[in-house]
């Protein structure tokens, strides 16, 4: 009996991670880059650029394997993404938005105390491929 008490409550907590809501009031709000910083629950990026700039990261994100928007776009200068996990499904936010002649990104995990440095991992991957495309 107690077997299936922790199989039920292992299932609810993966149903929990997969199919919460996303509140778009907390997820997308203003980055507040300053520099570039490497955090335990995700990154903190700031990289010169323009509304072009922003568009094509905007399309980079957009073709990363289980990323969607959450909010905002471009044309309004912020944009929170959500990247899912492929297992497990959990949500990692990222947050880019225009800021004169600069792009901020703030990625950072839901769930947990660390994200063992995947957010570092695709943001500077989606800033790798932007630099080779406009290099």
């Given amino acids: 009996m107690v077997f299936w008490i922790i199989i039920l409550l292992v299932v609810a907590g993966l149903a929990w991670i997969r199919l919460a809501p996303s509140d778009p009031s907390v997820w ?9 910083q490497d955090l335990a629950s995700g990154v903190r990026r700031r990289v010169a650029g323009s509304e072009d700039t922003f568009e094509a990261l905007h399309r980079i994100i957009l073709e990363s ?9 471009p044309g309004e200068g912020r944009v929170t993404y959500v990247s899912r996990s492929k297992w497990m499904g959990f949500p990692d936010y990222t947050t880019v938005q225009f800021v004169e002649d600069h792009l901020e990104l703030y990625a950072r995990q839901r769930f947990g105390q660390s994200d063992m440095g995947v957010n570092k991992a695709r943001v500077d991957g989606w800033l790798a491929t932007l630099a080779g495309q406009q290099g």
Avoid: K
Wanted: net charge negative; proline share 11%.
């Fill in 28 to 36: 997308n709000v203003d980055p507040q880059v300053t520099a570039d």
């Fill in 65 to 73: 394997p289980r990323t969607e928007v959450l909010a905002g776009s």
